[in-house]
């Protein structure tokens, strides 16, 4: 399994941007999908996480009701949709696979996380 991240750029506060994560080797309906965000001298933090049925998702507090996860089982490609962004956003976000998840539940530690792709900087400017 491979996961490929893209989507990070420079925005202004209250822009939007959507991060999608584009998986291989397996098919998107087979994972738990989960996002993960890292910012300069803080450690990794849970952002977000879809289960292998594509309806369930929960989110951070600190996203919560800002952020959404979607997945496209046609291109295999799971979708971080950030709106209304803050500074406190700017961080390194990568995307990564829970191969044993179960069909309904979600992780929120990142050690739970089998395959994890290369992350794309999001900057946030005020």
């Known amino acids: 399994v491979q996961l490929q991240a893209s989507g990070g750029g420079l925005v202004q506060t209250g822009e939007s941007l959507r991060l999608p994560c584009a998986v291989s080797?397996?098919?998107?309906?087979?994972?738990?999908l989960g996002w993960f965000r890292q910012a300069s001298e803080k450690e990794r933090e849970f952002v977000g996480a879809?289960?292998?049925?594509?309806?369930?998702?929960g989110y951070a507090d600190s996203v919560k009701d800002r952020f959404t996860i979607s997945r496209d089982n046609a291109k295999n490609t799971v979708y971080l949709q950030m709106n209304d962004l803050e500074p406190g956003d700017t961080a390194v976000y990568s995307c990564?696979?829970?191969?044993?998840?179960?069909?309904?539940?979600?992780?929120?530690?990142?050690?739970?996380?089998?395959?994890w792709g290369q992350g794309t900087l999001v900057t946030v400017s005020s």
């Open positions: 080797g397996r098919t998107v309906s087979t994972l738990v």
């Open positions: 879809i289960t292998r049925s594509g309806i369930g998702a």
């Open positions: 990564a696979a829970d191969l044993d998840g179960t069909w309904t539940s979600y992780q929120r530690v990142a050690h739970e996380y089998d395959v």
